[in-house]
């Protein structure tokens, strides 16, 4: 313990106080009321000694001293006061038990001339010992240093000397173990005082949070007093109530959501809260039972009957502070015999814990108003009067109780006093006066003052400290009712004053100021307010005449006003409109000119992509598919779920079945990780698909990527084409830049936009399409019977580029005239697609000379063509034409067009095309998807027949190959339409529409161009997945596809023996039928897992050995309410038959008797069945004519 003890003096170059062992703490006990006794003897000498001195030091400071040395004395006896100072301070810390034991380190170290002195208490014997420190060995030459020194002496020189100490593990303890005892709240404290020093710290027991001990003093019946201790429970802090039940977030966020019950506590809580937490509906209608407003009939008193107060001073019944409960079987006159009556003594303003201060401000003149006073000079002063002490006496009736106002019953209960027959007032100063009026009214007669009157004179007397500021408001007064004309005016004195005062230095006081001093306000404001009223004064023409100058200069000036700001305003707006149009022009400038570059930058990537696509076609390369509708914005806006529109050319894809491609495809719409599994897993296929075999799946994901433009979150709600979304995704054009970089490229994209050029010159790729302006130009009806017109093949009876009303009558007109064996005309507009923008009209059935032009006809025989022999009849036809329009021709779509008018009006604004309608009953319509290479090859990529479903003038399937039409026959228009196209500089993917039928008149099949689409179609993206599934190849001469057999499947053939037949080839050829267009509301309740679980059950499938079966593309992710769907046969009544199973059997799956849901599966399935029916008429017919040869 004593090493311990050197060690930490030396550390920390202080004294630790003497510790004593635990055995002599009795001795220290025993001797402690000795100790403490003489320190209060030493104590009292000290005052004494101290008291002496002061009385000596007021002697010689009076000259009382003599002959004695003044300042030797005083600096005598201060030393002496400094040092019994310094003894009764150590003897006062030591009796509160506060022990010095350290010096400060600031005094050791800085201060000059000091010397480290060490205090110790000794605990045995109470002593205090001073001793200098004693510095171990290293610490010696610099406590010498510290020391002042002699003036001259030179310092000792450094002596190197080895250190003796413990080592720096246990310096570090130590240091440690000093930190824990100097700082109390350390963990370690206790235990470190306890281990080194045996210092056992007292526990300190926890506190009693819930509960406090008081005690009361009580005292019983026989006077002897009781002390009581009784536990009362602490306050609690903090909230004690629990947290009110508010409206849910969802309810706040959406209003439409049912509101959350009310529960019985909430409904204790009150209607009020229910409402202010928003349980209850701001709207809502509340109705309570019973009501808590009743209906009463109120009394109605008769207006003759005036109650008048008598004219006497203000009394009650308040008595210096003391109100009397006056019962009810007390007489008034014995009450008005023992009480003396007296004025009302205003209570002292602090007895109202008010903090304001008598200032002249509104609130001041509201108090006296709704309080009067006795307004005296006196009663400035009349609060610091202290209440005087009333004399109590025998009260005759003893049952009356004295309540002393502002005591709460539940403070202190009613004192039982004496009834007070003469209470005297308290008294007053002398300077008060006598009080004689209450209040101070006076009267203003005809705009002068009664300066005469009683009372005008005591309110006079009464403030005539102040009476210059009340004499300018007194004018005022005279002024006002001078100016208004009013007969007479009473005023409260004490208010006015109140309002001079408020009005002395500040701005004049306005009407509505001076008003509120009016007795009789009401009177006076009536007749204030009459029109006309202010110029009944005696200088009532000069003001009005000054009005009428101060109005019309008011309204001239007014006037000149409102036409300079007219003005203004004007130059403002036609300045503002000059800049914006200067700006706007700036902006469509440089928008023509980035339009003009990028086409030109088109042109040039063009030329060096015809120059070597025979190479790029050979090599490895990567395309990237923009499956966009560039079409214009009023069409966008009117096509339902655009973006699911765009996306239904997902098989796309499929284009990497060639080993050469690989493929970016821009998806319009986000897809789910399922779509994007099963995209996955179906283009796995391709090995499975060659080989026959299930098992030989591959990973096909490297070779196709699935984008999503980053813009499409930007742009919601706008409809934007693809292509024009992808210009505003950044990231997304610096990913496709990173996947093609250092690779050919090029990009296929849809209907053709000017943001189509936008985005291939940020990605520097060229374009497989025509030129956006060359493509809007041919793809309309009107472009299109130009090509048409140009390559020399069959069209119907048509004009077009129709742009006015008269042009419409004379074209129809003259087209029935030519053609009457045709009944149904139609209307298409130039701009619409997919057989939206059509209208029809049965002519011939409605026309009144019909069957006499038809007379005509047959009566001009082959003359019938010359315009002299049409004339007559066309004349008619013209006069009836507009009638026959206007009653009977109706749009196709009339969700569109609701009625002929709407689609007129469209058809005039864009043009349009009048087409006859092919004149038989049976009429198939084909589609033939073409490409056009850029080195200027042509060749034919599908051909199939159309299905119809919704309307027979648009498109919902194919069914390919084709099967209506000769081969060579089709080849050959095609051929023709390639070339027109071809010298317009068409190049890419485009497809041409075509009907057949038989003529009745020839009995032979003819073949008329309806329509070209210069974009990729979604007929030939269902057409590479069916190629992608089944292998198969087109055949663009004989219009066959044929899938190539596996390689177990060629066997060696047998010997042909005596007997048998040669075994025949496998059936290689394949049909197909696929629509993009299958809608049934009900699928979105289905998931796609669960809707493959039910294909699988009914035998729904692809078999790859025999590649027949059904194939479905996923669409639309999220709703999934549309898909497409190809079903592949060896023949093409299978491939039909399976396709129309296939929808029925899904119908009935997902569809409940009273869950139809809007679907087009039963349109198509008739159409289906209609076109399965005459393939079966067709292939029967020549297994007959072969019997009837036979």
């Not at 010397?115 to 000794?122: G, I, S």
Request: some cysteine; aromatic content about 6%.
């Amino acid at each position: 313990m004593a090493e311990k003890r050197a060690l930490f003096e030396r550390r920390s170059s202080v004294s630790l106080p003497t510790l004593l062992p635990y055995n002599t703490l009795q001795t220290h006990n025993m001797k402690k009321k000795n100790s403490v006794c003489k320190d209060l003897d030493y104590s009292q000498v000290v005052k004494e000694v101290q008291d002496d001195i002061r009385q000596l030091r007021e002697k010689i400071n009076h000259g009382d001293g003599g002959s004695i040395n003044i300042k030797d004395l005083e600096n005598a006896l201060a030393k002496t006061e400094e040092g019994l100072q310094m003894k009764t301070e150590q003897v006062i810390n030591h009796y509160n038990n506060k022990v010095q034991t350290l010096p400060t380190a600031l005094s050791t170290r800085f201060d000059p001339g000091m010397v480290a002195m060490e205090q110790t208490w000794d605990l045995k014997t109470k002593a205090r010992s001073e001793m200098k420190r004693v510095q171990g060995q290293q610490y010696l030459a610099r406590e010498k240093l510290r020391q002042p020194q002699p003036p001259g002496s030179l310092l000792p020189k450094r002596q190197q000397v080895q250190v003796s100490g413990p080592s720096p593990g246990q310096q570090t303890k130590h240091m440690l173990t000093l930190r824990a005892v100097l700082n109390p709240m350390h963990g370690q404290n206790r235990q470190s005082l306890n281990d080194n020093f045996g210092i056992q710290l007292p526990l300190i027991p926890q506190r009693v949070e819930n509960k406090r001990r008081v005690k009361l003093i009580q005292k019983d019946n026989s006077g002897v007093v009781i002390k009581v201790t009784s536990n009362i429970p602490r306050p609690i802090i903090g909230t004690t109530v629990e947290p009110l039940a508010v409206l849910p977030r969802a309810n706040r966020t959406d209003p439409q959501i049912a509101p959350p019950p009310i529960s019985e506590d909430d409904a204790r809580k009150g209607i009020l809260s229910l409402l202010e937490r928003g349980l209850i509906p701001p709207a809502a209608e509340l109705t309570l039972d019973p009501s808590p407003v009743r209906h009463k009939t109120a009394p109605l008193h008769d207006p003759t009957v005036k109650t008048k107060p008598t004219a006497q001073p203000e009394m009650s019944h308040t008595l210096a502070g003391v109100k009397l409960d006056i019962s009810s079987t007390t007489k008034k006159a014995e009450i008005d015999d023992n009480v003396t009556k007296i004025p009302i003594v205003p209570p002292h303003p602090l007895s109202a814990h008010s903090t304001e201060t008598r200032t002249p401000s509104a609130k001041t003149r509201a108090t006296s108003a709704s309080m009067p006073q006795i307004k005296t000079p006196a009663t400035l002063k009349t609060y610091d009067l202290p209440l005087q002490p009333m004399e109590l006496a025998q009260s005759p009736d003893i049952n009356k109780i004295i309540h002393i106002p502002g005591l709460s019953p539940t403070i202190g209960r009613p004192v039982d006093m004496t009834y007070l027959p003469h209470i005297k007032p308290p008294p007053t100063t002398p300077a008060s006066g006598d009080i004689k009026h209450l209040t101070h009214r006076f009267a203003i007669q005809n705009g002068k003052i009664r300066d005469t009157s009683a009372e005008f004179l005591s309110f006079k007397q009464h403030y005539c400290l102040t009476w210059g500021s009340i004499v300018s408001m007194i004018k005022h007064l005279e002024k006002m009712t001078q100016e208004f004309s009013v007969p007479i005016a009473f005023i409260n004195g004490d208010k006015l004053a109140d309002l001079s005062l408020e009005f002395e230095l500040e701005r004049a006081p306005s009407v509505d100021d001076l008003l509120t001093v009016i007795v009789n306000r009401e009177d006076v404001e009536v007749l204030m307010n009459r029109p006309g009223r202010r110029y009944k004064g005696p200088n009532g023409k000069n003001v009005a005449a000054t009005r009428i100058q101060s109005s019309w200069r008011m309204y001239r000036d007014r006037s000149e006003y409102l036409e300079y700001r007219k003005k203004k305003w004007a130059a403002g707006v036609i300045a503002i409109s000059w800049i914006m149009n200067i700006k706007m022009s700036q902006v469509k400038q440089k928008l023509k000119q980035s339009r003009e570059d990028q086409l030109e930058a088109f042109r040039r990537r063009a030329k060096k992509f015809a120059m070597s696509w025979d190479r790029i076609k050979q090599s490895k390369r990567v395309i990237i598919h923009v499956s966009s509708l560039g079409l214009s914005q009023n069409i966008r806006d009117t096509i339902h779920e655009f973006g699911i529109r765009q996306n239904t050319q997902m098989a796309r894809i499929c284009d990497i079945r060639d080993p050469n491609v690989d493929v970016i495809f821009i998806s319009p719409v986000p897809l789910s990780e399922e779509t994007l599994q099963y995209y996955s897993k179906l283009l796995g296929l391709k090995a499975a698909i060659d080989s026959g075999n299930v098992e030989d799946q591959c990973v096909m994901s490297e070779r196709y990527r699935i984008i999503t433009p980053d813009a499409i979150k930007s742009f919601p709600t706008h409809r934007m084409c693809l292509s024009t979304l992808l210009k505003y995704s950044p990231r997304t054009i610096k990913r496709i830049k990173h996947l093609i970089k250092g690779r050919e490229a090029y990009m296929v994209s849809g209907v053709p936009h000017n943001d189509d050029l936008a985005v291939a010159d940020e990605l520097d790729v060229p374009i497989l399409s025509p030129e956006p302006e060359v493509a809007h130009l041919y793809s309309t009806k009107s472009g299109c019977k130009r090509i048409f017109a140009s390559a020399n093949v069959d069209l119907p009876p048509s004009e077009y580029d129709v742009y006015s009303l008269g042009q419409l009558h004379e074209c129809l007109a003259q087209l029935v005239t030519e053609n009457l064996m045709v009944k149904r005309w139609l209307f298409k507009l130039d701009d619409e697609f997919d057989g939206r923008g059509i209208a029809f009209c049965d002519v011939t059935e409605h026309l009144q000379c019909y069957s006499w032009a038809l007379k005509e006809s047959r009566r001009y025989g082959e003359k019938w063509s010359k315009k002299w022999a049409q004339e007559a009849a066309y004349i008619k036809i013209h006069a009836e034409i507009a009638d026959v329009l206007h009653a009977n021709a109706k749009p196709v779509h009339t969700n569109i067009y609701a009625s002929w008018d709407t689609f007129l009006e469209a058809f005039l604004s864009q043009g349009g095309v009048i087409e006859a309608c092919p004149p038989s009953e049976s009429i198939t319509t084909l589609t033939v998807d073409m490409m056009i290479e850029p080195n200027g090859k042509y060749n034919i990529v599908s051909c199939g027949d159309q299905i119809h479903a919704e309307t027979p003038f648009s498109c919902w399937g194919v069914s390919v190959p084709q099967s209506s039409v000769e081969p060579d026959v089709l080849n050959v228009a095609c051929r023709k339409i390639a070339e027109a196209c071809k010298t317009r500089g068409i190049l890419g993917y485009f497809s041409v529409d075509f009907v057949t039928f038989i003529d009745p008149k020839t009995m032979e099949q003819r073949l008329w161009a309806l329509d070209l689409s210069l974009h990729y179609s979604d007929s030939l993206a269902m057409f590479q997945l069916m190629s992608y599934v089944s292998n198969g190849v087109l055949d663009p001469v004989k219009h066959v596809l044929n899938v190539p057999t596996n390689k177990q499947e060629k066997r060696q053939r047998r010997r042909r023996l005596a007997g048998q037949e040669e075994e025949q080839e496998p059936n290689t050829s394949r049909f197909g039928v696929m629509s993009t267009r299958l809608l049934h509301t009900n699928l979105a309740v289905v998931h796609y897992s669960v809707f493959f679980q039910m294909c699988r059950a009914h035998g729904i499938g692809y078999d790859i050995k025999e590649k027949q079966g059904t194939v479905f593309t996923l669409i639309d992710s999220f709703n999934r309410e549309r898909l497409g769907m190809i079903t592949i046969g060896d023949n093409l009544q299978g491939a039909l038959a399976t396709f129309a199973r296939n929808m029925s059997v899904i119908h009935q799956e997902i569809s409940a008797p009273n869950m139809q849901g809007e679907t087009n599966f039963k349109s198509a399935i008739e159409d289906v069945e209609g076109i399965l029916g005459t393939t079966i008429e067709n292939a029967d017919e020549p297994d007959e004519e072969t019997n009837d040869q036979s």
